[in-house]
């Protein structure tokens, strides 16, 4: 007792709050980890998506798997949930705390603990940044592949959560295909590597499903990531469309000539302008869309597909092919991909953002639906996309001021979901159901496939006490808009 | 407008579920070429087999819909007259046991694991419900990943029915090479991205595809390390060494060092050099799994399988 008041009487951070909870983690893991003042949990009660409604408890920092475990079995025992989160980038609220549950932030979970080139993986814990971990590696030729626009900010533990895509996911796959292994902290509070570096670990693969899993299953604690060996030779083509059909179209046929271009993303006229006035990357302001394609491998091969890509592109009445000419014009082009949604921020008030998938062969057609989607309702929209793997992120542009504007977004958002489904399409491709699509699960799933779901995370959760209100729906969905002003300049998808 | 759900309007999936119905010990066989793993069948179980057929196949979207009962060579005959195949292998197996199994091909650096493959899964349930999950896109993040947990379930959580799978284009140009005394490892080091390198503690066996000029290239790394040969297969897609019985699970370094350290006892074996799998004469010893993703596992099949009728005496792990 003396020892815990010392520590108050030095200003431990909101020690005073009279929650015999709140003095028993900073008792465990130390007062400066456990964060319960207003700012931080008024902070960590959003993330980058639109929901409003979160709510957090005591704020830890662990840096340790133990302290993760302690942090777990105190809330156990005074009948708190927990929620873990990364960098806090999610865009669908999967790491919104509901309910004020413990919030544990791993951002102090960030070495690198072993870069194995041997066995070709890296064992991190999850508040290491994704970006970080390829500058680590770049001096040993290898990088971490998936890659999303995130990426300077957001952690690996977050990408793990959300199965995180990025452009160059085409062809190396999303993070699922990336992670060899990793440590969970079950909700039980015990400690257990899941996976394993040979080649098939014994067991169900509950690495598998842990992946993707939005922080409900537990607390990832450690991952073993592969290492992806970097490609001698790249080529980057910039391709420009009177119409944004032909993008699509070229797309579509790339994939049909048996080319997996390492990325193809297409943006349209409305967001490139943007871009340009923004950074000023070099894509042309008179384009209706332009295709980004980028092939790598080694030196003949990386030819051959360019070329092909080019002549398909002309098929499809390309107004103009560019072949990057160097590193620099490369690393511009992709800048300016890359920093999309930051231009957005710049012009437009408010925004919503989606996230789709459709097949390949259907992207000219729901294109063509989303702008007749967005007309009818009367908001602008920008298309900047995944195209090589149909992964569509209309953004719906509008002044939260304007009366019943709200109401119209909304409207067209479900009309979208609702266009990408009918065309043999999924909810999301990368931002995960959070809260923010939980009510769409049943246009996708029938209530047997959700049960099945749900028994899948009672299995490792069986009290729901980790992040519990997501993915699946139940009743606690809601879906908000996105005030710009309140988010950093590098917005990403 | 009508909820588009991924239920399955497929009659002949209706007819195996209402063939598993909902009680007594259930099995469903394939084609019986890893039918002892995880246990031997318990006494009484009814065996059926699961459907055949190639539902839809989209080569410019590369995803191919097929029924659990086709075999992997059927499968891959059909996509390979578009210039295309999976990650799955050919063992005389069907596509339901590949994926219930979930072993790779000896060749995954070139083709990718078999997990990687499944974009969607409906299986029935042990209640005899149609259920599934997943998604008919490439990519996809909606909802648990219930394919993933699927792949190598051994039958024990739901019998496949039907899964969607991602199909990869053949390279255009694919060549076995083969030499004495080199390091397999360094080999592993040296190539950009090999199809294969296997390994018996003598030769070291090579698979390069791509472009041909690229797999020239390659080739002219490699004979910076030794003396290559071409190794010419009657069957072009036939492993150029015969492989011992007795599959083994261990990390790329352990399989590039097999027979030294780890696997000291094995006997004659071929090695997966950067993959980990290796083949021998004698079996593994029994991997365990740990205490706590034992009880999950246990709860999972619980859950999905109370009644413990799906493949009963078959157990996941831990043999």
């Known amino acids: 007792m003396l020892e815990r008041l010392k520590r108050r009487a030095r200003g431990g951070s909101g020690y005073a709050t009279g929650d015999p909870f709140v003095a028993a983690l900073q008792d465990a893991i130390g007062p400066d980890r456990v964060k319960v003042d207003g700012a931080h949990k008024a902070l960590l009660s959003h993330d980058a998506s639109v929901f409003e409604g979160g709510n957090a408890g005591p704020v830890c920092y662990p840096d340790s798997t133990e302290q993760v475990q302690t942090i777990v079995r105190l809330a156990n025992e005074y009948g708190r949930n927990v929620v873990p989160r990364g960098a806090g980038t999610g865009l669908a609220g999967g790491a919104i705390p509901l309910g004020a549950p413990v919030v544990v932030a791993v951002t102090r979970m960030d070495r690198i603990l072993e870069v194995d080139t041997v066995n070709r993986v890296a064992w991190v814990e999850p508040g290491v940044i994704n970006l970080d971990l390829t500058k680590r590696l770049t001096p040993t030729g290898y990088h971490f592949a998936p890659d999303p626009s995130s990426q300077q900010v957001c952690t690996i533990g977050g990408n793990v959560a959300n199965n995180s895509g990025g452009p160059h996911c085409l062809a190396y796959g999303v993070t699922n295909a990336h992670v060899v292994a990793l440590e969970l902290v079950l909700p039980s509070g015990e400690a257990v590597i899941l996976g394993g570096l040979d080649a098939e670990p014994t067991g169900y693969d509950l690495r598998g499903v842990v992946v993707g899993s939005e922080g409900t299953l537990g607390v990832v604690t450690k991952v073993a990531v592969r290492i992806t060996r970097n490609r001698p030779e790249v080529r980057t083509l910039l391709l420009s469309f009177s119409e944004v059909r032909d993008a699509a179209n070229t797309v579509s046929d790339v994939i049909a000539a048996g080319i997996v271009p390492a990325a193809m993303e297409v943006m349209d006229q409305r967001i490139t302008e943007a871009v340009e006035n923004y950074v000023g990357a070099g894509y042309p302001r008179d384009a209706a869309a332009v295709l980004l394609a980028e092939v790598d491998g080694q030196a003949d091969g990386v030819d051959i597909d360019a070329d092909r890509i080019a002549e398909i592109g002309r098929a499809n009445h390309a107004t103009d092919v560019r072949l990057a000419g160097s590193d620099e014009e490369r690393a511009l082009l992709w800048k300016g991909r890359k920093t999309a949604f930051g231009a957005v921020a710049q012009i437009a008030p408010d925004y919503y953002l989606h996230d789709t998938v459709v097949p390949r062969r259907a992207l000219a057609d729901v294109l063509t639906e989303i702008y007749a989607i967005a007309d009818r309702h009367e908001v602008l929209v920008m298309n900047v996309f995944h195209a090589g793997d149909g992964n569509l992120h209309p953004l719906l542009i509008f002044d939260g001021r304007e009366e019943g504007v709200l109401e119209r977004v909304h409207a067209a958002g479900e009309e979208i979901i609702t266009a990408s489904l009918d065309a043999g399409g999924v909810l999301s491709g990368e931002h995960g159901i959070g809260v923010e699509k939980q009510k769409f699960m049943s246009r996708m799933f029938t209530d047997d496939d959700l049960d099945h779901q749900n028994r899948l995370r009672q299995a490792f959760d069986p009290g729901c006490r980790t992040n519990p209100g997501k993915v699946i729906p139940s009743g606690h969905s809601c879906a908000d808009i996105q005030a710009l002003r309140s988010v950093p300049r590098e917005v990403w998808v | ?319």
């Open chain 2, 1 to 319: 407008m009508a909820p588009a759900t991924l239920t399955s309007t497929d009659p002949v999936l209706a007819e195996f579920a209402a063939d598993i119905g909902a009680d007594g010990p259930i099995a469903v066989a394939g084609g019986r070429t890893r039918w002892e793993l995880g246990g031997a069948l318990a006494d009484g179980t009814r065996v059926v087999a699961a459907p055949t057929g190639i539902v839809e196949y989209i080569p410019d979207e590369m995803t191919v819909t097929v029924r659990a009962g086709t075999t992997v060579a059927e499968l891959h005959r059909t996509l390979a007259e578009r210039g295309q195949r999976t990650g799955l292998p050919d063992r005389g197996g069907t596509v339901g046991g590949a994926l219930a199994v979930g072993e790779n091909d000896l060749r995954a650096l070139g083709r990718g694991p078999v997990r990687n493959a499944l974009l969607q899964i409906r299986y029935v349930s042990a209640d005899g419900r149609i259920v599934s999950s997943g998604g008919p896109t490439v990519k996809n993040v909606s909802g648990f990943d219930l394919p993933r947990l699927m792949v190598g379930s051994l039958g024990t959580l739901g019998m496949l029915g039907e899964a969607i799978l991602r199909t990869n284009p053949i390279p255009p140009h694919a060549r076995w090479l083969a030499a004495e005394g080199v390091d397999p490892g360094e080999v592993h080091e040296v190539l950009l991205a090999p199809s294969a390198i296997l390994w018996d503690g003598e030769t070291t066996w090579v698979q390069l595809e791509g472009h041909a000029a690229d797999v020239d290239a390659q080739r002219l790394v490699l004979d910076g390390l030794g003396s290559f040969r071409t190794v010419d297969l009657d069957d072009s897609d036939a492993l150029p060494v015969e492989l011992p019985a007795n599959r083994w699970s261990c990390t790329p370094a352990e399989a590039a060092g097999f027979g030294t350290g780890v696997g000291a006892d094995a006997g004659r074996f071929v090695a997966a050099v950067g993959l980990g799998l290796v083949f021998a004469e004698r079996p593994q010893p029994p991997r365990v799994l740990a205490p706590a993703a034992a009880v999950v596992s246990e709860r999972l099949k619980q859950n999905f399988d109370p009644t413990g009728r799906c493949n009963p005496g078959r157990v996941v792990g831990g043999r």
